[in-house]
T-cell receptor
Framework: AQKVTQAQTEISVVEKEDVTLDCVYE???????LFWYKQPPSGELVFLIR??????QNEISGRYSWNFQKSTSSFNFTITASQVVDSAVYFC?????????????FGQGTELSVKP | EAGVAQSPRYKIIEKRQSVAFWCNPI?????LYWYQQILGQGPKLLIQ????????DSQLPKDRFSAERLKGVDSTLKIQPAKLEDSAVYLC????????????FGSGTQLSVL
C-alpha cells in the first residue's frame, strides 16, 4: 500500500525563523517519485519539487531545501528565514504504482503560519 | 501561459440535487485529473484521463459520480444525487504527458451540500 504521513498538522513560527516540515512515506515500489506542493489561501496547489527514488541528493532552491533519506523513508522540507508569504498549507505526495498510472497520493498537509 | 481554468468557483446545493463542474486544462496537456479535497485532508484522486480515455477511476463513486473529457480537452465532473459527505473542494489538474511529472492545478470548486 502507498501512504504519505505528515504528522505535523499545524506549525506556527515567527518571521525569520527556520522551519522543517516532516514527511514520511510508505511504498513497496523501488521506483517512485516524491513531490511537495504549496496551497496558499487562494486554493491552487503550486508545485515546489519532484524527486525520484534513485536520487538521494539533497536540494536547495533559495530559502527552500529538501532532505531525502531512503533509509528512513522521509522527504523533509525546510524553509530558512521564513517570511509571511510562506504561510500556506504544504503537501507532500508520492507517485508510485506505475502500472496504475502512477497516481499522486497526498499526505494530510501541514498548515504553516508565519507571523510578523 | 494560461493556467487550468475551473468553474464555478463556489456552489451550494441541497442533498439529492445534481451539480456539475467544468475544467479546461492547459493547452496541449494530455492528462487531466479530478481530485476531491475534504476540509483538513489532502487531495484524493477521483479520476485520471489520458487524452479522452480513462486511466484510473478506482476511487470514483460510480453510483453517483460521472466524468467525461470531451475530445480530449475540456472535462466535466457530475454528481447526481449529491450527499452531505460530498461537501469538498473539487480540484482539476493537468500535466503534459502523465508520466509522474508535476501537475498544474486549478483553483478548485468549493461545493457545499446542505
Amino acid at each position: 500500500a502507498q501512504k504519505v504521513t505528515q504528522a505535523q498538522t499545524e506549525i506556527s513560527v515567527v518571521e525569520k525563523e527556520d522551519v522543517t516540515l516532516d514527511c514520511v512515506y510508505e511504498t513497496r515500489d523501488t521506483t517512485y517519485y516524491l513531490f511537495w506542493y504549496k496551497q496558499p489561501p487562494s486554493g491552487e496547489l503550486v508545485f515546489l519539487i519532484r524527486r525520484n527514488s534513485f536520487d538521494e541528493q539533497n536540494e536547495i532552491s533559495g530559502r527552500y531545501s529538501w532532505n531525502f533519506q531512503k533509509s528512513t523513508s522521509s522527504f523533509n522540507f525546510t524553509i530558512t528565514a521564513s517570511q509571511v508569504v510562506d504561510s500556506a498549507v504544504y503537501f507532500c505526495a508520492l507517485s508510485a504504482d506505475y502500472n496504475q498510472g502512477g497516481k499522486l497520493i497526498f499526505g494530510q498537509g501541514t498548515e504553516l503560519s508565519v507571523k510578523p | 501561459e494560461a493556467g487550468v481554468a475551473q468553474s464555478p468557483r463556489y456552489k451550494i446545493i441541497e442533498k439529492r440535487q445534481s451539480v456539475a463542474f467544468w475544467c479546461n486544462p492547459i493547452s496541449g496537456h494530455a492528462t487531466l485529473y479530478w481530485y476531491q479535497q475534504i476540509l483538513g485532508q489532502g487531495p484524493k484522486l477521483l479520476i485520471q484521463f489520458q487524452n479522452n480515455g480513462v486511466v484510473d477511476d478506482s476511487q470514483l463513486p460510480k453510483d453517483r459520480f460521472s466524468a467525461e473529457r470531451l475530445k480530449g480537452v475540456d472535462s466535466t465532473l457530475k454528481i447526481q444525487p449529491a450527499k452531505l459527505e460530498d461537501s469538498a473542494v473539487y480540484l482539476c489538474a493537468s500535466s503534459l504527458t502523465g508520466r509522474r511529472e508535476k501537475l498544474f492545478f486549478g483553483s478548485g470548486t468549493q461545493l457545499s451540500v446542505l
